[in-house]
């Protein structure tokens, strides 16, 4: 069995003798080279120690002749430091000695042992008694002694401990090295350990006992013969042989560790990925998954880093073996698959381009075959230029959109009285944008004593069929077929006066600029102009008042702050003669009463001269926790109210703004700095003070137990074929066990229709050398037939080693 491992690359090694250690042109990285390193610094210190520190043990007619000879072995410039409580010198064997708390520091490298010997005679090196190797990449080498040949290609050590900088560990009875390269431990663990902070006694809970651990340095390769994988010290699996790449190593060819699938349409298969680094550059990734029912899912995904960005591309596919598996869905063909390709380039430190891409034979086929990762594929595809500075935004991009949900069917439950799609081709209605080009610029210098901006935006699209909604005998347009192209620039000004009160005056202006090329329109749309060219201005001159209150007592501090601002402007022009393409989202609520337009694109202008009243209120205390609140409501003053004059979809006539007196919305916010947050918005109506629109967020955490819990209420809005309200409630909890087990859950809950949406829950266990996790969950929202999306998920990995997961959707 060989495993790889997908990112980094190492420097190979290189073979040294003493002299070029002693010279400083060699440095290594892992395994026993660390052992080698020892006795080359080891020696060379020695040496040099003899020039430098008074010869206590040496007799004076020997030190001129030793100065004479090892002077040339040391590079002068390369900093030594000995420590230790005794230097001797064996005349009659040849052999130098530093006896009791060695230390030695030289070359970035620092060596510790009870006692060094250095046979010159032999030419071995000899460290004996709590040996300590510290290298500057990080590598901790222990031993109990060391035995070296000169050249360092040749070496013995015994007690073996070798702790890398990814916290892997070798421990060995024995280590033997040859030819300079090759070293083998013998009777040999490979783990992890954790981190200083954990018990230093805690046993690994797993780790690969072997017969033989071989390190080969040059190929940066690991074997394990006879091995065998043990968890809480009991083995698990027996592994006659095992390869994997240097811990150091952060790309190698070879398989990756399989994961398991199973469903009920696609039967049972086991997925195998082989990887390949090609170069330091790129690499291929190669995956086949058999499959019971359905054949051969395969998959190919090619990465590469160029100079200035990097780019992926992932295809992927099958012939189904039984395509009437998914009759109930556009999943029933033959062949089926994916093309998904993402980058990311630089122009220079300002400006990049860049694109993320995907395309696919059916809508269902990432959800059908959800159990395994197919690049980047998503719905949405673009390709993008943007640059920004301190005061300037520029953003180009072109947009395709790709749906997963199936063609309108009986089943699809619309229930608003009266209402019904008209056509069934959801795809076909789909537009492309060719281009979207948003751009912002602020003046760095007051002009007529404010700030000036501009912002732009440019918009060109087509769409090959009309995307629209019958609601009883009125039809409404959420798109139009053809092509539709906008370009809008707006200019913005405001300053900010306070006068000795501390009231603030802010006063602002503001024009928007349109012109409008349509061609091809769909005829049908008979309240869309015939026009191909058409051109609109908005200009408006407002105020913002506000006079903050501040009080303050004993722990704490309070703001009441009663907010006025009145904006005027003319009527908005040629109100549904045009397409609304990207103003069709109205959400009047606290964060949107103070907006000058409340409009959420281009496509609309808001009209007419309105008033927005509020009142704030923040209460903070010197403990930390505060309270903020906001409420008010909007007022139409004159002129045409946009908001109740209808365009081709109608999206505003349930904003609450459609009456001169707007609904009441309000906010609450509690934040305890403690781990607890609870946030509340909510829209009343104006007349009996109904909830129209609401949601409540509470997010905490408290000891063990993090959890979200959040409420959300529309009411119906018939014209929008929301016949009756919606209410639903989402929860996620998570709940620590003891120090690394963890039991997790989510729900959504529609209480209007009393049914689960969707939930799950599972159990996991983390440490730093191991995690599984098992899970469950169940979807009941996708609109593909089927009653219930079943998923079974298990995951298992080691550190180093990679891990594998196990799933199983019950429709697939």
Known sequence: MSLAVPAGIAELPRRMSVKDAVRGRVRTRAGMRAAMLAGTVLSGTLLAALVTLPFQAVPAAAQADLVNTLANQVDPADPLLLEANELRYDFDRDVISAVGNVQIYYGGNTVEADRVDFDRRNGRLRANGNVRLTEPDGNVLRAGSMDLSEDLRDGFATALQLDTPERTRFLAESAKREDGNRTTFENGLYTVYTKPRNPPEKPPLWRIRAQTIVHNQQERTIEFEKASLEFFGRSLVYLPYLSMPDPSVKRKSGFLIPSAVFGDRVGVGVRVPYYLALGETYDLLLSATPLTKQGVLSQAEWRQKLIDGSYSIHVGGLIQAQPGEYTTSSGNRRFRGVVASKGEFDINERWKWGWDASWRTDRSFLDDYKFTRFGNAADVSQIYLTGQSERNRFDLRSYAFRISQEDYTAAAGFNAPGFSPVGSRLQDKQPFVHPVLDWNYIFEDPIAGGELSFTGNLTSLTRDQTDAIQVGATTRFRGVEGTFTRTSLR??????????????????????????????????????????????????????????????????????????QVIVRPNEGRIGELPNEDAQSIVFDST??????????????????????????????????????????????????????????????????????????????????????????????????????????????????????????LSAQPNLGIGTPREEVIGSASLRLQENWRLFGSVRYDLQRKNMVRDSFGIGYDDEGFSVSLAYAEDRSRNNGQTTDRLFFFRFGLRTLGDTQFSTNGNN
């Open 592 to 713: 949107t009463l103070f907006e000058y337009d409340k409009f959420s694109g281009f496509d609309r202008s808001e009209g007419g001269t309105r008033a927005n009243i509020g009142l704030k209120y923040s209460l903070q205390f010197d403990e930390g926790f505060n309270v903020s609140a906001l409420f008010g409501r909007s007022f139409h003053m004159g002129g045409t109210n946009s908001f109740k004059t209808a365009d081709i979809l109608d999206a505003t006539s349930s904003s609450g703004l459609a009456t001169n007196y707007s609904d009441y919305v309000g906010s609450l916010y509690f934040d305890s700095r403690q781990g607890l947050r609870v946030g509340a918005q909510a829209r009343f109506d104006h007349k009996n003070f109904s909830i129209r629109r609401g949601q409540i967020e509470a997010t905490g955490i408290y000891g063990p137990l993090t959890g979200n819990l959040a409420y959300a209420y």
């Open 491 to 564: 200019a913005d000004w405001r300053s900010t006066v306070i006068d000795p009160l501390g009231q603030v005056f802010t006063p602002f202006a503001y024009v928007k600029g349109d012109l409008y090329f349509l061609s091809s329109q769909d005829k049908n749309v008979a309240a869309l102009t015939d026009e191909s060219f058409v051109g609109r201005i908005m200009p408006a001159v407002g105020i913002d008042y506000r006079f903050p209150f501040i009080g303050t007592f004993e722990g704490g501090n309070q703001i009441i702050e009663p907010v006025a």
